[in-house]
């Protein structure tokens, strides 16, 4: 079945460093990717999106392209703040299976 | 102007107890769902019904019933509450249907259950 591998956390960064979170994922037709944010004691919220090969999802300066040749949907932000201190989560979306299915979640923390 | 609230926010009950949660959307989605986040973080999908009918069902116990009233809530009914039942349950929604190539689905705050 579909699967989503993300890179091992917890992640722990000093303030405007330069963030990657790796994500790849395993589907048998072409699915949407996602990444979702989950701040301390909140519930997800979408981060970005990208539904097809080569689209790029952005959004408060973070970015992520959907790589079909090797699969993946790498998070990137340029300079990150405390206020990234969440868990991210990749996910993925076979419109067929009308389900998500995500990666097990990394945690970053941004340090002063 | 809440987009997928869920009600409550916290349960915490014993063992052997009935409990439900609710949850509404006012996107106008179709489609509405039910996560379960266990202690590890990690998010599984349980149920999912779109306009009322039961699509996914991911070899939940039977404990667990779903119930969609109409295609704006979906209810979470749990019987027998076991300590494993303890974890953070999401609601969501998306819109799913002809002429829709992506599946975006917009998550509740989430029910943290605690079963002592």
């Known amino acids: 079945g579909d699967s989503v591998t993300q890179m091992e956390g917890p992640v722990t960064l000093s303030e405007e460093a330069f963030l990657t979170i790796n994500c790849t994922y395993t589907?048998?037709?072409?699915?949407?990717l996602f990444w979702y944010v989950q701040y301390p004691g909140e519930g997800l919220q979408l981060l970005l999106k990208?539904?097809?090969?080569?689209d790029k999802g952005s959004n408060k300066g973070f970015e992520a392209t959907y790589r079909k040749e090797t699969t993946s949907f790498h998070l990137e932000k340029g300079s990150v703040q405390v206020s990234d201190s969440a868990v991210y989560f990749c996910?993925?979306?076979?419109?067929?299976?009308?389900?998500?299915?995500f990666g097990q979640g990394t945690r970053l923390t941004i340090n002063p | 102007d809440t987009a997928v609230s869920q009600t409550p926010k916290y349960l915490v009950t014993q063992m052997g107890n009935d409990k439900s949660i609710k949850c509404e959307q006012n996107?106008?989605?179709?489609?509405m769902y039910w996560y379960k986040q266990d202690s590890k973080k990690f998010l599984k999908i349980m149920f999912s019904?779109?306009?009322?009918?039961?699509?996914i069902n991911e070899t939940v116990p039977n404990r667990f019933s779903p119930k969609s009233p109409d295609k704006a809530h979906l209810n979470l009914h749990i019987n027998s509450l076991e300590l494993g039942d303890s974890a953070v349950y999401f609601c969501?929604?998306?819109?799913?249907?002809?002429?829709?190539?992506?599946?975006?689905?917009?998550f509740g705050p989430g029910t943290r259950l605690t079963v002592l």
């Open positions: 996107l106008g989605h179709d489609t």
């Open positions: 019904y779109n306009n009322k009918e039961l699509i």
């Open positions: 996910a993925l979306s076979d419109l067929g299976a009308q389900k998500l299915v």
């Open positions: 990208a539904t097809k090969a080569d």
């Open positions: 969501a929604s998306s819109q799913v249907g002809a002429g829709y190539s992506e599946n975006t689905q917009y």
């Open positions: 589907a048998t037709g072409y699915p949407s």
